[in-house]
């Protein structure tokens, strides 16, 4: 019975021991990871921060989220808890939340609130383990907010000249604005005068702004002209009303028009 005791004894020391080594080895196997930046919304560039100083690309008056991807490389993550957050940003530039705690892999995301000036700031991305804190730092580009940002979306048109028509008929037919990527001032409105695709210029901002229709040929005519932009009213209020006189010129005929842009029906 004492060696049936003394060998349960035993081997329960063994195996603790052992148990106790093999966690100790993972607990002392510090993880080694990379922080790797995806790409905003409104750039591409990504890449591995701790390799190199990014540049993230913001817009003024707008919100955007930084994303990182942590991705373990080597070591047991799991008695190693990581804490990640941002500091020396301006106070114009607001990120929440304050920080995150994970363990690898991890993928979070930074809300962040921009309304500061145009230029180039510098921040840090903090990361913080039982083995201390190491800072990465990266730069944040803030340009103008475009005059097309708040004209994108769909719309109805209204004017006297859908189909090149020479009559007093109130032509209404739905639109659609877009932004063109190589000009952040340059909008592409689907149809005006109920059947031609056009593209304008815009100065200023949502809802209020003044417009330019340059000279152009769009299915089968010569279209041109100027207008401007202001806030409907009632409960639409806030929402632009674009006014566009332009010239229709097919052939030898010319009309002139007052097209209206609304994002509900007149």
Do not use: W
């Amino acid at each position: 019975m004492k060696k049936i005791l003394f060998g349960c004894v035993v081997a329960c020391l063994i195996y603790c021991s052992c148990y106790k080594a093999q966690n100790s080895s993972h607990a002392n196997s510090v993880p080694t990871f990379d922080i790797y930046l995806q790409g905003n919304t409104y750039s591409d560039l990504a890449g591995n921060v701790k390799d190199s100083i990014m540049t993230i690309e913001l817009i003024d008056s707008t919100s955007s989220f930084l994303t990182l991807n942590f991705s373990l490389t080597s070591g047991f993550p799991e008695n190693f808890p990581v804490t990640c957050s941002l500091t020396g940003l301006p106070g114009t530039i607001v990120d929440s939340p304050g920080s995150f705690t994970f363990k690898l892999n991890y993928q979070l995301s930074f809300k962040i609130a921009v309304n500061a000036d145009s230029g180039l700031y510098t921040a840090n991305i903090n990361v913080a383990s039982s083995q201390g804190t190491q800072s990465y730092p990266i730069r944040m580009h803030v340009t103008p907010k475009p005059a097309s940002a708040g004209f994108v979306g769909y719309y109805i048109g209204s004017d006297p000249c859908g189909h090149f028509n020479y009559d007093s008929v109130i032509h209404v037919y739905s639109t659609e604005i877009s932004g063109v990527l190589t000009n952040p001032n340059e909008l592409s409105i689907s149809r005006i005068a109920g059947d031609y695709g056009v593209y304008v210029y815009f100065s200023g901002h949502a809802p209020y702004a003044t417009l330019t229709l340059p000279l152009q040929t769009t299915n089968g005519v010569t279209i041109y002209g100027r207008g401007f932009s202001t806030s409907d009213s009632g409960i639409y209020a806030g929402q632009p009303t674009i006014f566009i006189n332009d010239t229709i010129v097919n052939g030898t005929d010319t009309q002139t028009c007052f097209t209206q842009i609304k994002t509900h029906n007149f």
